[in-house]
């Protein structure tokens, strides 16, 4: 992780009113995650190489036939992808929500905001966010830390996404993150009742989001049983907030940082956990390509979320390019789906799945240590 990368610290000393605090933090995390020729930010991969499907030599159907709609949040999508949450609260935010907005539209995907936190400091930053008008007929998702369920009144939560008309608020768990980022959180008690208090109160269905490290099944199976409508599991394998928040810290923390490269539970070792007995999961976290969807799919995910090759083709090529990353990621999904004479999702979900040996194996060792921590 060369130094030369950096983009600078953040002084304690005269900390910027919180507004500039916010909008320089999410200029820097949004020029580090779309400049790979500086920043290494990616894990190693989520690990769908493990798994295979069983391949359908006749599979008696024709590509027309093929059905990949899913219905979330009461709206049937033709494809069971979802643009993830990733920005906002700064002018780099603010245009990249507006061509996210425009891409979920023509895509008919649901897409998430960046952490509205800024919002509930200052409500004029309204119009950073707001992107509903945009995407009219799609899910927009509000987006929030975990710990800020536990410092605001649902009430004023409730507001923001009722200003936002978001279909839903997606609550953040970034431990990781925030323990590498200059003044960032640092205590994390109570969450899990904060979580069950704002489901309880809240108008919209809450839904809750690892940022790349990963959710154990326990812990999982613990927030669907407290209110939550669905958990993104974002395991590691796609970026690494760790690895962001090292370009922003001086260099004895970077080198702390850098000890967390390769940190996190691999996406498909997490869906795999769960031996395809439990709904209401989203997968994401290092899913590049059609297969991968489909794996993620197959192994048990309703929706599959993307982020950082999205926030790249913004950067690159504005909501043209977002439109054909998830273009791409569709041909993909449904040539597995003919290859395996699967002519709906559910189809995809039959069992058609196997897995190497060693990739067995790593589950089987993941399951007995969640169980223990």
């Not at 030599?57 to 024709?62: D, I, K, Q, S």
Request: hydrophobic share 45%.
């Amino acid at each position: 992780m060369p130094a030369s990368g950096r983009t600078g610290t953040v002084s304690t000393s005269s900390r910027p009113k919180p507004r500039r605090e916010i909008a320089e933090r999410k200029e820097a995390h949004l020029a580090i995650c779309t400049d790979p020729s500086r920043y290494t930010v990616e894990g190693a991969g989520a690990g769908f190489e493990g798994v295979r499907f069983v391949h359908v030599a006749l599979p008696e159907l024709t590509e027309s036939e093929i059905d990949p709609s899913v219905w979330f949040l009461g709206v049937r999508l033709p494809l069971p992808f979802l643009i993830s949450c990733m920005t906002g609260g700064s002018p780099g935010g603010k245009r990249a929500n507006r061509l996210l907005a425009s891409a979920a539209q023509e895509l008919g995907i649901p897409v998430g905001l960046g952490s509205v936190r800024a919002m509930l400091r200052d409500p004029d930053l309204l119009g950073d966010f707001h992107i509903k008008p945009l995407a009219p007929d799609v899910p927009v998702l509000a987006n929030l830390g975990a710990v800020q369920a536990r410092e605001y009144p649902a009430e004023k939560i409730a507001e923001v996404c009722s200003r936002l008309e978001a279909q839903a608020l997606v609550l953040h768990l970034n431990a990781g993150q925030e323990l590498f980022q200059p003044d960032g959180d640092r205590d994390f008690r109570g969450l899990k009742d904060a979580i069950q208090r704002l489901c309880d109160a809240s108008p919209v269905p809450i839904i809750v989001k690892e940022t790349g490290f990963g959710i154990s099944p326990g812990l999982c199976r613990d927030l669907l049983a407290r209110g939550v409508a669905y958990v993104d599991l974002a395991g590691a394998g796609g970026t690494n907030w760790i690895s962001v928040e090292s370009y922003r810290v001086d260099e004895p923390r970077a080198a702390v940082a850098r000890q967390f490269s390769d940190w996190g539970v691999p996406t498909s070792i997490l869906l795999a956990s769960f031996g395809g007995g439990q709904d209401r999961l989203i997968a994401s976290g290092g899913i590049r390509t059609g297969v991968d969807a489909a794996k993620a799919v197959a192994l048990g995910a309703e929706l599959v979320g993307l982020a950082l090759p999205v926030i790249r083709a913004v950067a690159s090529g504005g909501a043209e390019a977002v439109v054909q990353v998830f273009r791409s990621l569709e041909a993909g999904l449904r040539a597995v789906m003919v290859l395996t004479a699967s002519r709906t999702i559910a189809d995809l979900r039959r069992g058609i799945l196997w897995q190497e040996p060693s990739f067995a194996a790593r589950v089987k060792s993941f399951q007995g240590a969640a169980e223990r921590a």
